[in-house]
């Protein structure tokens, strides 16, 4: 895949970019381990007020870089702008957080008096440079997410984009040198996916982060784990959305409509398979159907547009196959289910709602990214989680019930790295991220994931005793 700006809503190349060579790339590695001495020592409330400063420099620009990423993967510029803005709160909430997130922590005498020691603390220090191979659906947040908490534990960054994103990367590389960071403290480097694995065997880098595709993480875990580096995964989801006789029906599928087709229906964490109890399946996909036929489709740019064109042209084929296939073996089709008529050479679908799934479907397996949804009807509290477990996917959940004992059975039962009730799956500084399964493993954000690229370590103080004569 060449690096490249192609927008999405008419096919057009607007701008290239050569890779950097296997010597320039060494050089960035260099500068990132030198800065990574410098950039440890500085302290947390210097490394706050430069992630502030950074913050503020996105708030200015963010009308200029929600413009650059809808130009790049076509999301809608409502959307992009707010992407820019909860990337700022987050560096924000990273700043202030980080100290206590990551104070040193002293064991009880009482837990540890047969442990001959005098004192005892466990502290977080920074694992060196990390790599971060990251994906174009949320080309700041995805990012931020990880730079925000990784610089503010003191560790140096050194990103490698999606290569259809690679104005966004470079505006981040700006962005943070502007706001007065050591040069080397974070770098993009432009590369195709071929190079990431000399990066990864680089032993001045220590460790990597990956969100993407099953067979991305696969291929970067297999190198780490030969190289004995740590790796957190967040891979792909196909998110279950369970509606039980108890919920707020209507609520449930308004807001369904949000939780399937959010950027263009091109998220890990938006729900994609509609588990609804028969009492209400009806009045739900009623409900929701007409939800997703009124959709506005068109120019992302326009600020009235709610759907944008995907991504890349292989998106949307790959999006058809399931859709065409599902079809084929017996599924209906409410509304959409194919290209939106008039939209030129753009990369568009319909939002498309499908009823009439089942296992031997495609769609029933693999992972939806555009704006399609699968709706299942369900007889009872245990085929809902039965169904919802039936993926090799478990990044997140939504369940919509108000009986107690439904959400704790929910809760207990559902193979997902998180369940929300009576709302849509979201990411938050403060909530901890990430899947299992084949989702991958580790977390981002929180605590926790502030804490992933550190290296715990204890500190153990015998007695003084007397000094010698």
Same mark, same amino acid.
Request: charged fraction near 25%.
């Given at each position: 895949?060449?690096?490249?700006?192609?927008?999405?809503?008419?096919?057009?190349?607007?701008?290239?970019?050569?890779?950097?060579?296997?010597?320039?790339?060494?050089?960035?590695?260099?500068?990132?381990?030198?800065?990574?001495?410098?950039?440890?020592?500085?302290?947390?409330?210097?490394?706050?007020?430069?992630?502030?400063?950074?913050?503020?420099?996105?708030?200015?620009?963010?009308?200029?870089?929600?413009?650059?990423?809808?130009?790049?993967?076509?999301?809608?510029?409502?959307?992009?702008?707010?992407?820019?803005?909860?990337?700022?709160?987050?560096?924000?909430?990273?700043? %202030?957080?980080?100290?206590? =997130?990551?104070?040193?922590?002293?064991?009880? /005498?009482?837990? $540890?008096?047969?442990? @001959? #020691?005098? !004192?005892?603390?466990?502290?977080?220090?920074?694992?060196?440079?990390?790599?971060?191979?990251?994906?174009?659906?949320?080309?700041?947040?995805?990012?931020?997410?990880?730079?925000?908490?990784?610089?503010?534990?003191?560790?140096?960054?050194?990103?490698?984009?999606?290569?259809?994103?690679?104005?966004?990367?470079?505006?981040?590389?700006?962005?943070?040198?502007?706001?007065?960071?050591?040069?080397?403290?974070?770098?993009?480097?432009?590369?195709?996916?071929? %190079?990431?694995?000399?990066? =990864?065997?680089?032993?001045?880098?220590?460790? /990597?982060?990956? $969100?993407?595709?099953? @067979? #991305?993480? !696969?291929?970067?875990?297999?190198?780490?784990?030969?190289?004995?580096?740590?790796?957190?995964?967040?891979?792909?989801?196909?998110?279950?959305?369970?509606?039980?006789?108890?919920?707020?029906?209507?609520?449930?599928?308004?807001?369904?409509?949000?939780?399937?087709?959010?950027?263009?229906?091109?998220?890990?964490?938006?729900?994609?398979?509609?588990?609804?109890?028969?009492?209400?399946?009806?009045?739900?996909?009623?409900?929701?159907?007409?939800?997703?036929? %009124?959709?506005?489709?068109?120019?992302?740019?326009?600020?009235?547009?709610?759907?944008?064109?995907?991504?890349?042209?292989?998106?949307?084929?790959?999006?058809?196959?399931?859709?065409?296939?599902?079809?084929?073996?017996?599924?209906?089709?409410?509304?959409?289910?194919?290209?939106?008529?008039?939209?030129?050479?753009?990369?568009?679908?319909?939002?498309?709602?499908?009823?009439?799934?089942?296992?031997?479907?495609?769609?029933?397996?693999?992972?939806?990214?555009?704006?399609?949804?699968?709706?299942?009807?369900?007889?009872?509290?245990?085929?809902?989680?039965?169904?919802?477990?039936?993926?090799?996917?478990?990044?997140?959940?939504?369940?919509?019930?108000?009986?107690?004992?439904?959400?704790?059975?929910?809760?207990?039962?559902?193979?997902?790295?998180?369940?929300?009730?009576?709302?849509?799956?979201?990411?938050?500084?403060?909530?901890?991220?990430?899947?299992?399964?084949?989702?991958?493993?580790?977390?981002?954000?929180?605590?926790?994931?502030?804490?992933?690229?550190?290296?715990?370590?204890?500190?153990?103080?015998?007695?003084?005793?007397?000094?010698?004569?």
């Amino acid at each position: 895949m060449p690096i490249a700006t192609v927008d999405p809503t008419t096919g057009e190349t607007r701008r290239t970019f050569e890779p950097l060579t296997a010597e320039e790339t060494g050089r960035r590695i260099a500068l990132a381990r030198r800065a990574f001495e410098e950039h440890r020592a500085l302290g947390f409330a210097r490394r706050a007020r430069l992630l502030e400063r950074a913050a503020d420099l996105l708030d200015e620009d963010r009308d200029s870089i929600a413009r650059t990423m809808t130009t790049e993967m076509g999301k809608p510029i409502t959307a992009a702008r707010a992407e820019a803005a909860k990337c700022a709160r987050a560096m924000r909430w990273y700043a %202030a957080h980080a100290p206590a =997130l990551l104070a040193d922590e002293h064991p009880s /005498a009482a837990d $540890t008096e047969d442990s @001959g #020691a005098a !004192r005892i603390v466990v502290r977080y220090r920074p694992v060196g440079v990390v790599l971060a191979v990251m994906p174009w659906n949320f080309p700041l947040w995805q990012v931020v997410r990880f730079a925000a908490p990784a610089l503010m534990a003191g560790n140096t960054a050194l990103l490698k984009h999606a290569s259809n994103v690679p104005q966004t990367a470079l505006y981040l590389e700006e962005l943070f040198r502007r706001a007065g960071w050591p040069e080397g403290c974070f770098q993009s480097l432009l590369v195709g996916s071929g %190079a990431v694995e000399a990066v =990864l065997r680089d032993p001045r880098v220590a460790a /990597a982060t990956l $969100t993407g595709s099953e @067979g #991305a993480g !696969r291929a970067v875990a297999a190198v780490a784990g030969d190289e004995v580096k740590k790796t957190v995964l967040e891979l792909g989801g196909s998110d279950p959305y369970l509606v039980m006789p108890s919920a707020d029906v209507r609520r449930a599928a308004d807001t369904a409509v949000t939780a399937r087709v959010q950027n263009n229906g091109q998220s890990c964490i938006a729900a994609k398979r509609f588990i609804v109890h028969t009492d209400v399946h009806d009045a739900f996909c009623e409900r929701f159907t007409e939800g997703m036929r %009124a959709l506005t489709v068109g120019d992302p740019l326009n600020e009235a547009t709610q759907i944008g064109p995907l991504a890349t042209e292989q998106g949307r084929e790959d999006l058809e196959a399931l859709v065409d296939d599902a079809v084929r073996r017996g599924a209906t089709a409410l509304t959409g289910g194919r290209r939106p008529p008039g939209r030129g050479r753009g990369w568009f679908y319909e939002p498309t709602v499908l009823t009439g799934i089942r296992d031997t479907m495609r769609i029933h397996r693999e992972e939806t990214f555009g704006p399609v949804a699968a709706v299942y009807r369900v007889a009872d509290a245990a085929e809902a989680v039965a169904l919802a477990n039936d993926t090799p996917f478990g990044l997140s959940s939504s369940a919509w019930t108000r009986d107690e004992g439904e959400q704790e059975r929910f809760a207990r039962d559902i193979e997902a790295g998180g369940v929300f009730f009576n709302g849509m799956t979201a990411s938050h500084p403060a909530l901890p991220f990430g899947g299992v399964k084949r989702s991958g493993y580790g977390r981002e954000l929180s605590a926790h994931g502030i804490r992933e690229f550190c290296e715990v370590t204890t500190l153990w103080y015998g007695p003084a005793g007397e000094r010698e004569p």
